[in-house]
C-alpha cells in the first residue's frame, strides 16, 4: 500500500514548529507550501490536504490570503480530502460560505471540547477531551449543509462537509510550541501565568488523546483514494 502523498499548506509566518509539528504526527509524505511567502501547489495530484493554523485573520486583506482561498477552493472542488486546524479551519468553512469573526477575546490554554460522536475524524476519542487551544476568531457560521462535530462553550470546535474536516483546537501542538505561542500573546500577566501554568505533563498527555484524529483523517484520506482507484479501474475498458 502506497503512502499518501499530501499538500501541506503552511500558513504560519514563522514555520518551523508548525513543520516539526504537523511531520511528526501525519503518517504521510507531506509535501510543503509556505503559503504566506505565495507558495502554493501548481497542482491538484495529491491525497489530501491539510492546512495549518496562521496568526492572521481569514478575513485580513493579505495578498497572499485570496489565492490560498482560490486553490483551496479548487482542492475542495475536486473532491480531496481536506483537514484544517485552526487558521485552516476557519479558512475551509469560509472558502465555503461560512461566517468567521472576531470573538473580542483569547481562548488560549488547555481546555475541554466535546465532539458529537457522529464523525469518523474523532473515532478512538473521548467524547469530552482535552485540547490545547489559542484563537481570538471563531466560526459563527457553519458553511450551508455543513453539519458540527465538536464545540465548547467559547465556539465551533469542530465541522464536516463532504470531504472536508475543520478543528478549532491544536492536536498537533507538543508542550514547547504551546509555551511557546503562550508567550507570544499579549495576555494580562495574571492569565498569561495561569495558562503557562497549564502547560505540564499531565494535560499534555490528556491533550495527546485528541492527536488520534490524525490517523483517522490519513485512514478516511486513503479510503477516499482507494476507492476512487478501483472506480477507475472498473471503468477502464477490458
Known amino acids: 500500500m502506497s503512502r499518501l502523498r499530501i499538500a501541506f499548506i503552511n500558513a504560519a509566518h514563522e514555520g518551523e514548529s ?36 496562521s496568526r492572521s485573520s481569514v478575513y485580513w486583506d493579505e495578498e497572499w490570503i485570496p489565492p490560498t482561498k482560490e486553490w483551496v477552493g479548487e482542492a475542495v472542488g475536486a473532491g480531496l480530502p481536506c483537514l ?43 467524547e469530552r477531551f482535552t485540547v490545547f487551544t489559542t484563537h481570538s ?29 475543520g478543528v478549532q483546537f491544536h492536536p498537533e501542538y507538543d508542550m514547547a510550541t504551546a509555551e511557546e ?18 502547560i505540564h505533563d499531565e494535560n499534555y498527555g490528556r491533550a495527546c488523546e485528541a492527536k488520534t484524529l490524525f490517523e483517522n483523517f490519513c485512514d478516511y484520506a486513503r479510503e477516499v483514494r482507494d476507492a476512487d482507484t478501483e472506480f477507475e479501474a472498473d471503468a477502464t475498458p477490458a
Open 84 to 126: 484544517g486546524v485552526c487558521w485552516g479551519h476557519q479558512l475551509l468553512a469560509d472558502v465555503l460560505g461560512g461566517d468567521v469573526r472576531d470573538m473580542g477575546e483569547y481562548e488560549i490554554g488547555y481546555r475541554e471540547v466535546e465532539h458529537t460522536g457522529d464523525s469518523q475524524l474523532f473515532e478512538g476519542i473521548d
Open 137 to 165: 476568531d471563531a466560526v459563527v457560521e457553519l458553511p450551508p449543509d455543513a453539519t458540527e462535530i465538536a464545540s465548547n462553550d467559547y465556539s465551533n470546535h469542530g465541522f464536516r462537509k463532504g470531504h472536508v474536516f
Open 181 to 198: 505561542v503562550t508567550k507570544g500573546k499579549d495576555l494580562p500577566d495574571e492569565r498569561l501565568r495561569k495558562v503557562l501554568d497549564g
Open 18 to 53: 508548525t513543520r516539526r509539528n504537523f511531520r511528526r504526527e501525519l503518517d504521510a509524505d507531506l509535501v510543503e507550501f509556505d503559503a504566506t511567502g505565495g507558495d502554493l501547489p501548481e497542482t491538484l495530484e495529491y491525497d489530501g490536504v491539510v492546512i495549518s493554523g
